[in-house]
């Protein structure tokens, strides 16, 4: 059973850096957190403005809470603003319904989230299952 | 190497209030905030309303946190408004996206920014535009 | 009637800050409000740490929002803890309740209120009510 | 001049774990934030209780916002309680005012700061100081 652990969470946001650079993106941030929402690991590369926790906090944490990927999110977003927003109310101001929030899975259970940010929503995903991908996770964008 | 102090914060809240006093604009308010989000200077003018700590303060904050100045905020809120609303929660309800927000750069590097508020947002980011040419900084609105 | 202006303001910060340089104080933050408890200016001298802004506002803050300058806040919260620690959930955690918080008074009337913040609590409220007295406004500390 | 880079806070990171692991201690997390009290890296050790980052973030925050390492924050609550209580909430709640929240300087200048926690509080510093030193940093524990 593939368990979430801090070095395979490292190895994760180490490929997405790593795809980030082979695709030429602007500097990324990465965080994995766990099936309860919790960080685990999260680097911040140089360069990248300051907020950038926040943000790929709010795409991972989305992602868990509402067992629901940036892409599905954003859909959702898109058809419902408002419900969108009041989710975000709900749960602190801390969802950010965009790609880039990614869940960790092992077929039907979710192990936890990679949230990406610091390029194009499209872009922060692609990067984001890639280094999952090369960590030997599952990903759902 | 440019750095933010205090007196050349003072020096571009002033011309960016002669700039306005210039144009006829109504009575601005304007914060210099440095490259983590937090306040050097603010000055509100007399005659204008008293939320404008506010305004000044989510233009800049914004435009630090996201590395992003108001025009950039401003076009991306129209262009998502859910992903700026949830922004807006991610940050505690302190971001502002619109024109006025405008960062402070030495080349590539992010020195601060200005937030400027009290006329229409174009009219409030060419004060602030002016105020820090006038200071020797260098700006992106 | 004294007014407080944009200029007194300033013209109190300054000569709280030449106060500090005059006693050898440590980097100081000051902050003059209205009397609706608005910011109207803030200057934060180089070096001193960044969430300055946050405890000059909340001192004074609490001074005006509860009538009460940084010295009887502090009583209070020295005689019932509880009593402060309520005063400041309900007030959205913007009250600090120790010197250097002073009211900007004309006899009965409040104009607003000065926060001091760097160094020790007695010299922070020490440096404002001198800075206070040299432009001209009497100050409750 | 020192700069803090993400390839040094997660060197310092590394070197915390090492020394925990020497000592013997409980699982560690640790969090690197620069000078604006925003995160730059952060892990948590396996085994670790999942409210690690919100606890490793505020000794760190705690100490770069106020200028103070938590040793001196402690001191503070010790001294007056009700001023650090009000200096929480005044924060939004993200100050933890104990050993473990290191200042991270060069000299005079701030840099940002470590946060370590899961063990005794002075354990959390004692591995901070040696991983920051390990990194070649230059603490205040």
Redesign the interface.
Same mark, same amino acid.
């Given at each position: 059973m593939t368990e979430l652990?801090?070095e395979t969470a490292?190895r994760a946001i180490a490929a997405t850096f790593d795809e980030g650079r082979a695709q030429g993106l602007r500097p990324l941030s990465a965080i994995v957190i *766990?099936a @309860?929402g919790?960080?685990? +690991?999260? &680097?911040?590369? *140089?360069?990248?403005?300051?907020?950038?926790?926040?943000?790929a906090?709010?795409k991972a944490y989305g992602a868990v809470m509402l067992g629901m990927p940036g892409g599905a999110m !954003?859909a959702r977003? &898109?058809d419902q603003?408002y419900f !969108? +927003?009041a989710i975000?109310?709900a749960f602190? @101001?801390?969802?950010?319904?965009?790609p880039g929030g990614i869940l960790i899975v092992d077929g039907d259970r979710v192990l936890g989230a990679l949230g990406v940010t610091g390029d194009t929503s499209d872009n922060d995903a692609a990067a984001g299952m890639a280094g999952l991908k090369a960590a030997g996770l599952e990903g759902k964008a």
């Open positions: 652990t801090l490292r *766990d @309860g919790h960080p685990l +690991a999260f &680097e911040r590369q *140089d360069g990248a403005s300051p907020g950038r926790f926040v943000i906090h709010g !954003m977003a &898109e603003p !969108m +927003a975000n109310g602190g @101001g801390a969802v950010v319904p965009v």
